[in-house]
């Protein structure tokens, strides 16, 4: 009976005993466990930007003096002005007496003589293709700039490319002789299916149906011959100005652009008035060199004065006697 009784009373204390082992669990759970992180946020709505549209490549007019003027798409001349756009095939001219810069981009020039006319052909990052028409202009690439620039010439079987920083200059009379002059780096001149490379401080002249010459040292003059008339004093108000000078140069009479033949002869017919006249003669080589020559011409139209006196008036009298 002691046992049983016995027996009776540890019955709670194990049952207890169990309940709190049983609860040591869920209080761990409930109280000691580290809580779980809280959720990732969500994440920002990502902006969806439109694609970017690149600008066409173009030619942008940086400076005009005098009258430069550009083709548009309905075939009309008209004035151009600082900040004008060339795009491909699209066309510039600068009239007597005037200047244009072009520049495309971060990494091209191109400087343009008066009496000249260019047009674009392809324009992309790498590389950009004018024409010259005629007349005489400069192509630059920027120090540090990787482009490739190339100058062809209409009606001739020339082209000039430049592919790194530099600088030359093209002429071209329209027909059939052009010479190419480098300032800085050096250029690739194809013509005839020979190639040179003019290098700084050298130039080169192709003539009609002719490979390029051999490039040669720039002179340190630039050759200029006028036959000016033997008489200083004329009656006639107009004067034929012909001259030599070297070939692929450009010539100015008067302000006037003209353009020497193979040989570098030209001519122009000058207007002179009454009195004293000074013509202009220069002439511009693809080295930049100049030379000039001025002469003055006096036009006295003045018919000369009767004779009066009385020895002819007794032999006028005597003719009309007999």
């Known amino acids: 009976m002691a046992a049983s009784s016995a027996s009776r009373r540890q019955t709670p204390f194990l049952v207890g005993l169990l309940l709190i082992l049983a609860a040591l669990p869920a209080g761990w759970f409930l109280f000691l466990r580290e809580p779980p992180p809280p959720p990732p946020a969500p994440a920002p709505p990502v902006a969806v930007q439109a694609p970017v549209e690149k600008k066409p490549l ?126 800085e780096g050096e250029v690739t001149l194809l013509g005839q299916g020979k190639v040179v490379i003019v290098r700084a401080g050298q130039q080169s002249v192709i003539r009609p149906g002719q490979a390029p010459s051999e490039p040669a040292a720039v002179p340190s003059s630039l050759l200029l011959k006028v036959d000016w008339p033997a008489e200083r004093t004329r009656r006639e108000r107009e004067l034929v100005v012909r001259g030599q000078t070297e070939p692929g140069s450009r010539v100015e009479v008067d302000g006037v652009a003209i353009a020497p033949d193979a040989q570098g002869n030209f001519e122009r017919k000058v207007k002179l008035r009454e009195g004293r006249n000074t013509v202009d003669v220069r002439a511009i080589g693809v080295a930049r060199i100049e030379q000039r020559e001025r002469q003055d011409v006096v036009v006295d139209t003045t018919p000369p004065p009767l004779k009066t006196d009385t020895q002819d008036i007794w032999n006028q009298a005597n003719d009309a006697s007999r």
Not at 112 to 122: H, Y
Not at 129 to 140: C, D, F, H, K, P
Not at 154 to 170: C, K, P, Y
């Open 58 to 183: 173009e030619l942008e007019i940086s400076e005009v003096s005098g009258t430069v003027e550009v083709l548009h798409s309905d075939g009309t001349w008209r004035l151009a002005q600082v900040g004008t756009s060339l795009r491909q095939n699209e066309k510039v001219r600068t009239q007597d007496g005037s200047y244009a810069m072009l520049i495309g981009g971060e990494a091209v020039e191109v400087r343009m003589d008066p009496g000249t006319e260019i047009s674009v052909q392809e324009l992309t990052e790498e590389v950009s293709r004018i024409l010259l028409s005629n007349g005489m202009a400069t192509a630059v690439v920027r120090p540090g700039r990787r482009h490739t620039i190339e100058v062809k010439a209409s009606n001739a079987d020339a082209v000039a490319r430049l592919e790194q920083s530099g600088a030359f200059t093209m002429s071209n009379n329209g027909q059939g002789t052009v010479a190419v002059g480098t300032r």
